[in-house]
């Protein structure tokens, strides 16, 4: 799977040259719309799955998330096709399997995931005409907007080996204007702002940002963000001292092991010298057991960080909150490592939305007519305010969403 969202990246990137934007003016002005037009004429009705289960109501919210993009949006230089959907994590090989690795680990994981739900646009790039003269996708390149319910994937990146199927470690990169490190790029600094994302009047109430390059996938995807919770109340979310921090790599240093074996290691030392790169590490940051925990961005724990180390490590990819160097010119940007709080799976299961995220790439370019309407759109026309008053307001709007004029 990581193989191939790293082959759409590059091969999105190639298709992104300027042969291909002038390709794609062919037909940046039109109209194109969507493929089909999604009506909901029935009642929305519960979804019963033996791993997940979703209410009616959850159900009819995602209906309704995919009914405002469509009624905001009609695709101008991109063909454009709708879903909803309800998460159900898949199944992995069980723990105790010889294939039981890194890839199995981190889908096993998502079961620490709340029930979340919602709907995205699919925004087909490249385009032919069918024999009847229909705009039709020529290739599978494309661009989403989604709208959902308790999103955690969306924006944020799995510590797999801290994480299991009951706790969710993870850090959320982000980018703002003036951040320092290796994420400090001119190009992240003008995406930031491209159409006034940054300081937009309709995204003022809301914590909103631009996530760099492959922060939170694997291939070379970039996005924006908007978050709302009721009242702006921060997202249930901790961040993780270094004494858990420590507790935590112990209980897994056993599975960090089996997984390097089984994604092929030969080192048969590599658990002794493991063990006693973590004493090493252990000793160094037992003073600071009440400090938050910082790690680099793209970082991926994993047990070579212990088996390589010895008494003079400095341990680069980790930070505490009197770190020096955290996100200063010429180091890594450094982000919080965080957990999901107790209780939030739970409250998922049958309530309304505790956080929402809205969420979509960039466009290919930022000059072609239809790219600039399909991020005006969901930056001027889509009603923010109607859509945080349907989840968090006091009282629920009476009337029909509408766009912005």
Known sequence: MKTMQSLFAVLLFVVGSSQAQS?????????????????????????????????????????????WI????????MLGDMKWYTFVPDKSEPVTSKDYDYNEAEKNNRNAWPNYYGAYAKLSLFLKKDAS???????????????????????SKQLVSLSTPEEYYFLMPRYEVGLKGSLDKTWYAEAA????????????????????????????????VVIMTKNRQPLPFEQVTVGEFIRQVEKQLPLMY?????????????????????QIFKKRFAAKANENVYLSENNQLGLFDFANADENSTFPWFQTSSGTFQNSDGYPTFFPLLKLKKGVKEASVSGDPQWLVVRWAPPLSKNLAGDIHYMDTILNRFNYEYVYNYFFGDKRPTESYKPLD
């Open 70 to 77: 469509q009624q905001t949006y009609s695709p101008k230089g």
């Open 258 to 278: 089996q997984m390097a074996i089984n994604g092929g290691s030969k080192d048969i030392n590599l658990k002794a010298r493991a063990n006693g790169g973590f």
């Open 193 to 224: 702002k491209f159409r006034n994302f940054t300081n937009h009047p309709n995204l003022k109430n809301y914590v909103h940002y631009y996530i760099p390059n492959g922060q939170v996938t694997d291939g070379k995807d970039d996005f924006y």
């Open 133 to 155: 003269g229909k705009f039709v996708p020529e290739t599978g390149h494309h661009i989403r907007w989604l709208i959902e319910a308790n999103g955690v994937e969306t924006i």
């Open 23 to 67: 390709t794609r003016k062919a037909y940046a002005d039109i109209d194109i719309g969507w493929l089909r037009k999604i009506e909901f004429k029935e009642p929305p009705k519960a979804i019963i799955n033996q791993d997940r289960n979703y209410t009616a109501k959850q159900a009819g919210y995602a209906q309704a998330m995919l009914t």
